[in-house]
Each structure stands twice: as C-alpha cells, then as structure tokens.
C-alpha cells in the first residue's frame, strides 16, 4: 500500500512555491537601510549644529542653534533606534521561519 506522499508528483509548482524554494532568507525591508544609511549624516550634522554654539557664548540665537542641534541629533537617534529594531525582527523571523523548515522535512 503506497501513501499519497510517497507517489510521484507530475503537476507543476506554482508560482509561490517557486518563491518560497528560491528565497529562504527574509529580506531586510527597504525602509530599514534607508534609516540605517540616513541615521549617521543626522548624527554627525546634529552634533556639529549642537557643538557650534559652545565655544562662542549664547549669543542672540544660540539657544535656538542649540535646541536645533540637539533636535537633528536626536532624530538620528531614532533613525537609528528604528533601524536596528527593524534588523531584530528580521533576524527573529528568519529563525522562525528556520524552525518552521526544519519540521516540515
């Protein structure tokens, strides 16, 4: 008695098990490299911006030139932070989706 599996299988693949044979890796999205490339030119630029108001004093708008300095830094910050909380998800997914591989052979 021969089982279902065990038979041969003639039909051709559809076009999302090609897929899902040809990429085993979760991409990383789009998104996170363009944070993770945008982040640092945010943190440079806001620690210069910020750096540039010690050495004269507070001048007329030095305290504004400041607040502005420290407001790109921190945006750079959160590029960063986002970026790489975005590289965790998809490592944790491609685990998942590791684990899941490996019970189905």
């Given at each position: 008695m021969t089982t279902p599996s065990a038979a041969?299988?003639?039909?051709?693949?559809?076009g999302a098990e090609?897929?899902?044979?040809?990429s085993p890796r979760v991409?990383?999205?789009?998104?996170?490299t363009a944070l993770l490339t945008i982040a640092?030119?945010?943190?440079?630029?806001?620690?210069?911006?910020?750096m540039a108001t010690g050495?004269?004093?507070y001048l007329d708008n030095a305290q504004n030139q400041a607040v502005v300095?420290?407001?790109?830094f921190g945006v750079g910050v959160g590029f960063l932070l986002a970026g790489l909380v975005l590289v965790?998800?998809?490592?944790i997914a491609q685990q998942q989706l590791d684990l899941l591989r490996g019970e189905r052979r």
């Open positions: 041969h299988d003639d039909r051709t693949p559809s090609v897929a899902v044979e040809s991409r990383l999205p789009g998104v996170a640092p030119v945010f943190l440079f630029f806001g620690a210069v911006h910020f050495p004269r004093g300095g420290l407001v790109i965790g998800v998809r490592a």
